[in-house]
Structure formats: C-alpha cells, structure tokens
C-alpha cells in the first residue's frame, strides 16, 4: 500500500505561482512512477504531468508544459509540481497518483487508469 497526501493549494491571481507537494508513505520503494491530474468542476480528470521515480524522466500536457514543472525528492518520498504564470483555467482539484509496477511505453502515464494509487486532492484556484 501506498498512501499519499498532497498539500501547497490555495488562492492566487493570475500569472501567480503555487507549488504542490505530494508526500507518500507505506511502500514507497516500489513506486515506478508518480503523476498529477486535475480536475475542474464539470469536466473530466486530466493528465498534468507525470515523472519517473529512477532516473526523473518527465513529461508533460501541452497546456502547461514550459509553465509547470514536475520534480522529486528521494529522500523525503516527494513529488513537487511547481506551477508558474497560472491562468485562470488552471483552477481545480489536482491530484498526485502512483504508478508501481513498471510500464514499457513511458508516454502512456498520461493515462489516470494506469495508476495505482491516488491522493486526496488540493485545490487550486486562479482568479483574474
């Protein structure tokens, strides 16, 4: 089992910056890879980034690549997604998830159904 416990939301205005912290725990030396999705009321959870726990292999949506980054820190089992010149159509729930089983096609973690384990969300929002 894995547990994880996203934290760093909250309010800001447009072009602001937040960053988000996911910290896990339980089994977390077989995590293969860890992801964060959003989710806006209304729409559907959405692929934001997602990167590899070995060698920090990243990739990212077209929406926020060059604006977001998605990085980890062994030692404390944390993933951080720092979020710059947020827009307003950042705002939602965002989510980090777990991958622990190894996947040979890196570029399908864009896919929520491939994790394993989820966090409870924080949300974000962008007012202009």
């Known amino acids: 089992q894995v547990q994880l416990v996203e934290s760093g939301g909250g309010s800001v205005q447009a072009g602001g910056s937040l960053r988000l912290s996911c910290a896990a725990s339980?089994?977390?030396?077989?995590?293969?890879?860890m992801g964060w999705f959003r989710q806006a009321p209304g729409k559907e959870r959405e692929f934001v980034a997602a990167?590899?726990?070995?060698?920090?292999?990243?990739v990212y949506a077209d929406s926020v690549k060059g604006r977001f980054t998605v990085s980890r820190d062994n030692a404390k089992n944390t993933v951080y997604l720092q979020m710059a010149t947020l827009k307003p159509e950042d705002t939602a729930v965002y989510y980090c998830?777990?991958?622990?089983?190894?996947?040979?096609?890196?570029?399908?973690?864009?896919?929520?159904?491939?994790?394993?384990?989820w966090g409870q969300g924080t949300q974000v929002s962008v007012s202009s």
């Open positions: 998830a777990a991958r622990v089983r190894f996947i040979s096609n890196w570029a399908t973690l864009t896919d929520a159904s491939l994790y394993d384990y």
């Open positions: 339980g089994r977390t030396f077989s995590n293969y890879a």
């Open positions: 990167i590899r726990w070995s060698d920090s292999s990243t």
